[in-house]
């Protein structure tokens, strides 16, 4: 039902938008007379809409409706965007301002159909990965694992059937609890690294007595919740990346806008 009730609200909003885009164009071409400028000025406001979803965020206790209704109406004016641009420009451009501008409406197009995605897939991604956790939080948790794994390692280091562990600590797993992930991880992240160690690991349980197993296996835990926290930051980081990138190219696409407008008028005499 709540689903439905969302659905209705954003079809409501869509509708009332579209009315009024329609009655902005008309309006411009009853004044102007030139359907360019009618269709222009429709895409503008469309575009200035647009940009309404993140000024709601900076707002996440007003009371101006849920993000997820400012999302929908989002991505349906996007739609009637595209439809808008297409009608006004076509497909193709001519000229550098207006190819600038044709190339940064196809990029925010394409950026934003990959936030979309990317906002869409992340919930599942998140809870693949172990104990949800804020992302301002997870730096703090990094730490806290780290320190854990220090600790077994010195556990490990004062045991003559344990000590393996604390070497296969100092050589590999140090850096791999106290330094960053690779570039290439934050973009695509897999669990593959996570694997080696954990099966390297695995590897010296020949050397161990009870006590020494009983260390590498909480070594081998502390790997996945590592791994867990850094894949649950890959994730969020990547949904900033993609909302970052779309809204300033919004905001670029709107300056060279509004550029245009000024030099349409300039060598028109619809004016």
Avoid at 26 to 41: C, H
Wanted: charged share 15%; hydrophobic share 45%.
């Amino acid at each position: 039902m709540t689903s439905i009730r969302r659905l209705g609200k954003s079809l409501i909003a869509i509708t009332i938008a579209t009315v009024a885009c329609f009655g902005l164009q008309n309006f411009v071409t009853n004044r102007l007379g030139n359907e360019a400028f009618a269709s222009g000025y429709t895409l503008l406001a469309v575009i200035i809409a647009l940009t309404m979803l993140g000024a709601r965020k900076r707002f996440p206790g007003a009371n101006l409706g849920s993000v997820t209704i400012w999302q929908t109406t989002h991505h349906y004016l996007g739609i009637f965007c595209l439809i808008a641009y297409c009608s006004h420009a076509g497909i193709l451009a001519s000229g550098w301002l207006e190819s600038t501008l044709a190339a940064l409406f196809w990029t925010i197009l394409l950026t934003g159909f990959v936030s979309w995605y990317v906002n869409r897939s992340s919930p599942r991604l998140l809870r693949a990965a172990g104990q949800a956790i804020l992302r301002s939080d997870i730096p703090e948790a990094k730490m806290a694992v780290a320190e854990q794994a220090y600790q077994i390692a010195l556990s490990a280091a004062g045991s003559s059937k344990a000590f393996v562990v604390a070497d296969y600590y100092q050589s590999t797993l140090g850096t791999f609890f106290s330094s960053s992930r690779s570039l290439w991880y934050r973009i695509f992240p897999t669990g593959k690294r996570k694997r080696d160690l954990q099966y390297q690991l695995g590897e010296l349980t020949r050397y161990l007595d009870e006590k020494g197993m009983e260390l590498q296996g909480q070594m081998i835990n502390l790997i996945q919740r590592r791994d867990d926290l850094d894949f649950q930051s890959a994730i969020h980081n990547r949904i900033r990346f993609f909302a970052t990138i779309h809204t300033v190219l919004l905001g670029a696409f709107i300056v060279f806008t509004v550029g245009h407008v000024i030099v349409a008028h300039l060598y028109s005499s619809h004016w």
